[in-house]
């Protein structure tokens, strides 16, 4: 057998339920399958970013379509158990790629008495966006503000 023979056979041999990366939902937000929950939200942010239909320059039709398939990649990714079952169905194998503290026994969103139905990750596991930063920063200038004021009107009209 020459070495092209070799490789002509492994190119005709079509595993079933393999899905090329190229055209899955990894593929789709540029990262491999074991990528971490935090590389999947970054890319997905940076990806949102461009195919908002409101902020990029593609047609509207395109925009939402894009838009929508980063929404349902994102929504499968970032959610444990559908990450698992997709990577089942891609054929893709991740051994204690998502490894949940041995000291618990229920997910992190149900331990805190809630449970939620959403595909995103925990609402409290990502870092403040600079609207969110700047949002507090203006609270806790308002408050100090008003505490300053309140002593100085106090003051004036005490004495």
């Known amino acids: 057998m020459t070495p092209n023979e ?26 491999h399958p074991s990528a971490s929950a935090i590389d999947i939200r970054r890319s997905y942010r940076e990806l949102s970013k461009l195919y908002h239909p409101d902020t990029t320059n593609l047609s509207p039709a395109v925009a939402t379509a894009k838009f929508q398939q980063l929404n349902n990649a994102y929504a499968t990714l970032s959610n444990p158990e559908r990450r698992l079952a997709y990577d089942l169905k891609i054929g893709y194998s991740r051994v204690n790629a998502i490894q949940q503290p041995s000291n618990f026994n229920t997910p992190v969103s149900e331990s805190r008495g809630k449970k939620f139905d959403s595909a995103y990750l925990d609402p409290t596991d990502r870092p403040l966006s600079a609207g969110e930063i700047f949002a507090l920063f203006m609270m806790a200038t308002t408050l100090i503000g008003c505490l300053a004021m309140a002593i100085a009107i106090g003051l004036i009209r005490g004495s």
Request: aromatic letters at 8%.
């Open 6 to 31: 070799g490789t002509a056979n492994t190119k005709n041999q079509k595993i079933p339920s393999k899905t090329p990366l190229g055209s899955s939902y990894y593929g789709l937000l540029g990262l």
